[in-house]
């Protein structure tokens, strides 16, 4: 494999687990508001993006490429109220989105077609990602301050289960 586009599959690895942290963070932040199924869909969020760094392991473990695993920066903790985490959960997935495509554009580069395949999936996950997160602060912002919407909404996100990713190595 190209070493630039190792080296950049290597540093997702990082931010997929940063992710996972990151999410976590949030989740104990809405466990300590009381929101327990905000906090439940964010545990879920992070179980994917540990998936997502595990999936990018094996890629390239498959591919005969050392994997180095790099210290997890601390993530934040506080937040000034529920929006400001929702809002802080698109812009994280936006910053995402763009590493991924800079990877696609960098295998592209390279004739790494292999790759851009493995990133496909990659692609599109980011997309479904990024509406959700745009939806929960749409609804986040229709519900407004407390309040009967805020505790409906909380039971809604409660319900959300975890599921393994379904792409095949
Ligand atoms: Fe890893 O899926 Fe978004 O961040």
């Keep these: ?17 940063f992710s996972a942290y990151l999410y976590l963070s949030f989740a104990n932040y809405f466990e300590n508001e009381g929101l327990s199924g905000f ?14 760094a595990m999936l990018i392991v094996k890629y390239l473990q498959n591919n005969e490429v050392k994997v180095i695993l790099e210290a997890i920066e601390k993530p934040e ?11 802080a959960g698109l812009e994280h997935e936006k910053f995402i989105t763009d590493s991924i495509n800079t ?11 292999r790759t851009t395949q493995f990133l496909d999936w990659f692609i599109k996950e980011q997309g479904e990602e990024e509406t959700n ?11 407004g301050k407390g309040g009967k919407g ?9 319900s959300r289960t975890y599921t393994a990713p379904s792409l095949v190595l």
Aim: glycine fraction near 2%; avoid cysteine; aromatic fraction near 10%.
């Design 39 to 52: 906090a439940n869909w964010y545990v879920v969020q992070a179980q994917e993006e540990r998936d997502h």
């Design 1 to 17: 494999m190209d070493k630039k586009v190792a080296t950049l599959l290597n540093e997702q690895i990082n931010k997929e687990f």
């Design 77 to 87: 903790n506080t937040w000034d109220d529920e929006l400001t985490v929702l809002k």
């Design 150 to 158: 805020l505790y409906m909404l909380d039971q809604e996100l409660g």
């Design 103 to 113: 990877i696609y554009a960098t295998a592209l580069e390279v004739k790494d077609f």
């Design 133 to 143: 997160a745009n939806d929960l602060i749409n609804k986040a912002q229709l519900i």
